[in-house]
């Protein structure tokens, strides 16, 4: 299926048929969102990945009760990160283990870390989700791309997510991706017209 075939057909799914998409199928939409783009490549998400049914149903209140809670194959909680500085450290590691050289990215890596120091808590929290739905992006067009379905979600309860899975406090549930095969059927889709979105200046 080509890129433009993707965008046109993928929908957000409100009913999925209960069927496990192959785990298989879901190494690689997961290898698709790893490699999601983000600012610095500091990557600041963490994607949590829920199967169980009873954990499920006891996140349907959070989530008014939305039918693809419950109905789909993996509901995946994309979480911002706020522990930028955290990350930072890590990809420092990641890039040394994978060959670069220490004093060569020195620069690189401070200029990260003082872009960090000037951000507030709120802004760390705004930048870090910012990030995160770019690679809730490639999510929604990856799983149409692997042959299954899913649905972009804002409509819940964030602290009550925290709470139910326990979260840690850099970790803010920002989004939900629930994924698996529609058991409903797309509508026709409706978008502004390109002279809504686009504006030429010359």
């Not at 951000?119 to 809730?136: F, G, M, N, P, V």
Request: charged share 30%.
């Amino acid at each position: 299926m080509d890129f433009k075939k993707i965008v046109m057909e993928r929908y957000a799914v409100k009913l999925f048929d209960g069927i496990k998409i192959p785990e298989q199928k879901v190494k690689e939409l997961f290898e698709m969102i790893r490699l999601a783009a983000s600012s610095f490549n500091i990557q600041p998400w963490k994607v949590i990945v829920i199967t169980n049914d009873e954990l499920k149903e006891k996140l349907a209140p959070a989530s008014w009760h939305q039918k693809q809670i419950t109905t789909c194959s993996h509901l995946l909680v994309f979480c911002a990160n706020k522990d930028i500085a955290g990350n930072i450290d890590l990809l420092e590691k990641e890039m040394i283990k994978n060959g670069a050289n220490a004093e060569s990215i020195k620069s690189y890596i401070q200029m990260m870390r003082d872009f960090e120091k000037r951000l507030s808590d709120s802004e760390k929290l705004s930048w870090a989700q910012r990030q995160a739905y770019l690679a809730l992006g490639n999510a929604l067009n990856g799983a149409k791309a692997l042959g299954f379905d899913s649905c972009p979600m804002e409509g819940f309860d964030s602290k009550e997510y925290s709470k139910i899975l326990n979260l840690p406090q850099n970790l803010v549930p920002s989004a939900l991706c629930p994924i698996g095969y529609a058991a409903d059927k797309p509508k026709a889709k409706l978008r502004f017209p390109d002279k809504e979105v686009f504006e030429y200046l010359e």
